[in-house]
């Protein structure tokens, strides 16, 4: 396999551009290995979000500091001084290495040094704009901008409308242009005098789209211009400026924009805290208004007030240099001291070349990675990939169209420069459904049968070791024109999710169901044709369906059904083979014993998740897919005992007491769960269900599952140890900060409720929930686990055959049930009775209602999708000596121990064989209603009073639908 990968990295250099590793390969490899150690297993598809930081430069700046003394610019000392020049010093190395600006031309610019980044700068554009009101403007507008632009950009409009200036946005670059010289040419002349001379209109954009890599460069400034001779022009180049060169040396200085923005780490990966404004110092006056400079911080002045009337004078020498006026307080000089030694690191690394040698660098990453991707085809030879741009129209007939009103003789028509090191792209599904239902390639009418979600990409690929990013990219016009999403479809989406956070979703909820984000690999200095390789390689194996994958892959049967009346003879017997409880959210399941009876409640098996822990600082519950340590939290109910129990690895158990009143004093139910009224909402008359939590402690906003709860701390020697074990000792591996900081275990208060809701779920008022994500109950078979364990074995045997072997190249991995967190598993008592997945199609279900007795009735909900969790390792059999042809067990003893390590498996096999094509998610498993109301249960003697109970080994009758 190897001989293989080399073969390929071979095959594409040989054909690739020659600038690719600035036109040495073998002496790039090695620099990279020695620059980004970080970067040893991981696959960085993700530069334009920020390149990892190299060593060279962070190891000079320690340096640097170690064995000279730096001050603060504004001190006269030694120290002081020497730091003010190096600022100054590295103001021109900007202009002049990273902007091309020729020496008898530095002085047009000013650099701004701003604290955070582009939004920063850009918002201090806003901040110091004289923005006037519509009269004052006489008709035209304070801002113009491009919808496809970063978010920060777009921001900008809320300073504007603020103060009352008008704002448009623009669909097209040939509209703001349209735009422009309407406003020169027709406007008659706007109020002013000589203390308050005219504001002009400003417009932005961004040289190169953060989403697409689509480039506009600095054309389009020369073309606002020319159209607009009294224009500002504000340019975003964030994007542009992190791989190549914003060429303002090119430009004549009546065509150059008026202000440019950057951000230093876009562009080294450190320091993540500096941004720069480019100043044109002709313009500098539209920024040194003084209705607009209210504020003022250290440094900036020259002389100030104590007592009334107040005033002051800003600080600005012969020169009229406009930093000194906006640079407010101690400018960041340990930042810029970091900027100066990445300016020497890049010469060093790039052979002279500079920003010129990475541009030509990515850019032949990016020819290779979008031939190869271009290339791709499933069996029945339909595209996998398909790219989009940005800044339509780009057509000729759309062009000429749109340019109308244009004058003649000027190339007014909007070319574009070549892409930037971004693909934005969507991965497509067969023409032919992955579940049989035929779908015309241009015939959308239903995106979740033609597109995969790009957050299952970004699963996948979070599990094979690949960064990149997927979603809306703070570009909302970006991704909503790739999708084609009209404004019709995006006011009804706003409506329907107003506040809620959409990259969590794939499609939309209505019709067509069109994606809501796009997937983007973008590509850096550090970046490799082994990295794009991989990436292919990927896409190949997960995404790719041939005509092996497609005769796998079985229809999901669709339709929900909870209708309970049905005759013995259609019922198939089966039996409760696991029972699991939850007790702390996110945790590790308590398996019960065989042969124990575990009482039932409407939400949920007893103590079923009852407890969450919380981030103090944040407030958000924990989720094991963010912190995979949670997998070795082992909690378990003591009910005899009536306490909470916790072990973990290196600490000593910790047991909480469920309550500190009698049995008989809880009430009829025997449950420290409040029960439930009319309405579904949980209430306590005396308050029973505080007990155990902290005297005196107050509800609190909590956030879970993107929705607020209250919730109460349970018991603050549980905090600690909770915070201890979740917060290990930093090591070279997890690094500082890879806990969640102090953590409280939480329970619900009285009077809280949580529902789900189930289209077409026979369930009225909604269904109450403790703090289950989406059910009281989760059901799989044993019949569908070894369904998906021959399965995973078979893509391994195939894998080692192709030498694809992917991440986890060396272990077979088996898993058993618990790695799908159910409540119930259940298997046919006799083989082949049942198929596998049988449990998609359950009309009626029941738990010891024979002769024998037993627990209840269970209704059928919805079957449950799939995400990260599963591929958290909770209880993994990796047998290292087992060749892959080997009968591997499906069960695993329930006394193995987990890693809590995120592995590709099963959700990556999950991904292939159980995607529902009816709304593009994986599904796995049954989400189930217990039906008290429907009788013949056995009431299982317990706590207080009687409560309807299920143990493992009772006989389950199930009935399918035909």
């Known amino acids: 396999m190897l001989a293989a990968a080399q073969h390929e990295r071979q095959r594409v250099l040989a054909s690739s551009s020659p600038h690719y590793g600035f036109g040495d390969p073998d002496s790039f490899h090695s620099a990279r290995a020695r620059e980004y150690p970080a970067l040893k297993d991981t696959t960085f598809l993700d530069c334009a979000a920020a390149p990892p930081a190299p060593l060279g430069p962070v190891m000079a700046l320690s340096q640097s500091i170690a064995s000279t003394p730096y001050s603060n610019p504004h001190s006269a000392s030694t120290a002081g001084v020497a730091t003010h020049l190096l600022i100054d010093q590295t103001r021109t190395r ?534 995979t340590r949670m997998a070795l939290i082992r909690p378990s109910i003591d009910r005899e005992r009536r306490v909470l129990r916790v072990e973990a690895a290196g600490m000593e158990p910790l047991e909480v007491p469920l309550s500190d009143r009698k049995a008989s004093e809880l009430g009829a139910c025997g449950l420290p769960t409040p029960p439930l009224s009319e309405d579904g909402h949980t209430f306590s008359d005396d308050g029973h269900f505080a007990l155990g939590t902290e005297q005196g402690a107050t509800p609190r906003s909590t956030t879970l599952c993107s929705t607020t709860v209250l919730s109460q701390r349970f018991s603050s020697s549980a905090d600690a140890w909770f915070t201890a074990f979740l917060n290990p000792p930093s090591t070279p591996c997890t690094g500082p900060g890879a806990g969640p900081g102090p953590v409280e275990l939480h329970r619900l208060p009285p009077g809280s409720s949580r529902h789900a809701h189930f289209d077409g779920a026979d369930a009225s008022p909604p269904l109450p929930l403790r703090l289950s994500n989406e059910s009281p109950f989760l059901l799989v078979s044993g019949e569908s686990l070894r369904a998906v364990a021959g399965t995973i074995r078979a893509r391994a045997r195939a894998r080692e055959g192709e030498g694809t072997a992917g991440r986890d190249k060396t272990p077979q991995e088996v898993v058993r049930a618990a790695a799908f967190r159910p409540n119930l598993v259940v298997e046919g008592e006799e083989e082949g009775a049942l198929q596998p997945w049988w449990e998609d199609g359950i009309e009626a279900l029941s738990v010891g209602t024979s002769a024998e007795g037993g627990g209840g009735v269970f209704s059928f909900l919805g079957r449950c999708r799939r995400c990260l969790m599963v591929s958290v390792d909770q209880v993994r059999l990796r047998l290292l000596s087992l060749p892959v042809s080997s009968e591997l067990p499906l069960l695993i003893s329930p006394h193995a121990q987990t890693t809590g390590a995120r592995t590709a498996e099963p959700l990556a096999t999950l991904s292939l064989t159980r995607r529902n094509a009816s709304n593009g998610r994986v599904e796995f498993g049954a989400h189930m209603l217990w039906r008290d109301e429907l009788g013949g249960a056995r009431r299982e003697e317990g706590e207080s009073g009687e409560a309807p109970g299920v143990k493992v080994g009772d006989e389950v009758r199930v009935r399918l639908r035909a």
């Open 94 to 627: 900007v202009l002049k290495d990273l902007f091309n600006v020729p020496d008898d031309r530095v002085g047009e610019w000013d650099v701004v040094f701003v604290p955070g980044g582009a939004t920063q700068a850009i918002r201090a554009v806003g901040d110091a704009w004289d923005w006037r009101g519509e009269a004052e403007m006489g008709g035209e507008n304070g801002y113009e901008y491009l919808v496809e632009s970063h978010t920060s950009l777009v921001g900008l409009r809320g300073t504007a409308l603020s103060r009352d200036s008008p704002v448009t946005a623009h669909c097209s670059p040939s509209a703001l242009l349209r735009s422009a010289l309407t406003a020169s040419s027709s406007s008659p002349s706007r109020p002013s005098s000589s203390a308050h001379p005219p504001t002009p209109t400003l417009y932005s954009y961004p040289a190169q789209c953060n989403a697409t890599g689509a480039r506009l460069g600095l054309r389009f400034c020369a073309q606002i211009k020319r159209a607009n001779p009294d224009a500002a022009v504000l340019v975003d180049a964030a994007a542009y400026s992190s791989t190549s060169v914003l060429d303002l040396g090119s430009v004549r200085e009546c065509d150059a924009p008026d202000f440019v923005v950057a951000s230093v780490y876009k562009i080294f990966g450190f320091p993540t805290s500096l941004g720069i404004l480019l100043v044109r110092r002709a313009s500098s006056h539209l920024l040194l208004r003084p209705s607009t400079t209210s504020f003022f911080g250290g440094g900036t002045l020259s002389s100030l007030s104590l007592s009334p009337p107040f005033s002051h004078s800003p600080r600005l020498d012969p020169s009229g240099t406009v930093h000194q006026a906006l640079e407010h307080g101690t400018p960041p000089f340990l930042e810029i001291l970091a900027l100066s030694h990445a300016l020497d690191w890049l010469e060093e690394i790039t052979h002279g070349s500079g920003l010129r040698g990475v541009a030509a660098h990515v850019g032949a990453l990016r020819d290779v990675a979008a031939k190869e991707l271009r290339s791709l085809r499933h069996a029945d030879g339909s595209e996998v990939f398909v790219e989009h741009g940005a800044f339509a129209p780009l057509l000729s007939d759309e062009i000429e169209e749109d340019s109308r009103g244009l004058p003649p003789g000027e190339a007014w028509p909007v070319v574009l420069e070549r892409p930037g090191p971004i693909i934005g792209f969507s991965l497509l599904l067969p023409r032919t459904s992955t579940n049989g239902h035929g779908v015309a390639a241009d015939d959308v009418t239903d995106f979740r049968r033609t597109h995969v979600g790009h957050q299952h990409l970004a699963r996948l690929a979070l599990l094979e070791g690949i960064a990149l990013r997927t979603g809306g990219m703070c570009n909302a016009g970006a991704w909503t024109r790739a999708v084609g999403m009209g404004e019709e479809e995006r006011k009804k989406l706003e409506s329907l999710g107003a506040g809620r956070c959409w990259d969590e979703e794939e499609f939309a909820p209505f019709a067509p169901h069109r994606p809501l984000g796009i997937a983007r690999i973008s590509f850096g200095l550090a970046s490799t044709v082994d990295d794009v390789l991989t990436f292919v390689s990927f896409v190949k194996r997960f995404f790719v369906r041939t005509h092996d994958v497609l005769a796998h892959e079985k229809a999901i049967p669709r339709g929900v059904s909870t209708t309970q009346d049905a005759s013995d003879e259609a019922f198939k017997r089966a039996r409760l083979t696991e029972l699991y409880i939850y007790p702390i959210k996110s945790c590790a399941a308590q398996p019960l014993p065989l042969s124990t009876p575990w009482p039932l409640t409407p939400t949920g098996l007893l103590y079923d998740r009852e407890f969450m822990l919380v981030s103090a600082s944040t407030g958000r519950a924990l989720s094991m897919k963010r912190y």
